[in-house]
Nanobody, 127 residues
Framework: QLQLVESGGGLVQPGGSLRLSCAVS????????IAWFRQVPGKEREGISC????????VYRDSVKGRFTISSDNAENMVNLQMNSLKPEDSGVYYC????????????????????WGQGTQVTVSL
């Protein structure tokens, strides 16, 4: 059974850091893309970052470039999102999602193409 479990969310002050983790089970990272998305009430879910660990290729949303870093640990079946210099607008529920990519070496942060999702973890950036 394919499963994703997010952890690491919490409350942090502006300028602070958080490290989100996405633990995957039931499949390997070798033939999957993993992406992080953010959901804010009243707004559409937006793509933050993704990684295709087989090729090492990553994609970032413009607003997080230079502040967020996505990485994968294939041995641990874990994908992490290091978030630095956090801003209030980074707040939201963060979800990780997986898509099987047997033939591609790239990933996408378009939510509609992802079939498997975690339950989400809340990130709040506030004084």
């Amino acid at each position: 059974q394919l499963q994703l479990v997010e952890s690491g969310g919490g409350l942090v002050q502006p300028g602070g850091s958080l490290r989100l983790s996405c633990a995957v089970s039931g499949f390997t990272l070798e033939d999957h893309s993993i992406a992080w998305f953010r959901q804010v009430p009243g707004k559409e879910r937006e793509g933050i970052s993704c990684i295709r660990s087989h090729s090492g290729r990553t994609v970032y949303r413009d607003s997080v470039k230079g502040r967020f870093t996505i990485s994968s640990d294939n041995a641990e079946n874990m994908v992490n999102l290091q978030m630095n210099s956090l801003k209030p607008e980074d707040s939201g529920v963060y979800y990780c999602a997986a898509r099987r990519e047997p033939f591609n070496n790239f990933c996408s942060i378009v939510s509609s193409i992802y079939a498997t999702w975690g339950q989400g973890t809340q990130v709040t950036v506030s004084l």
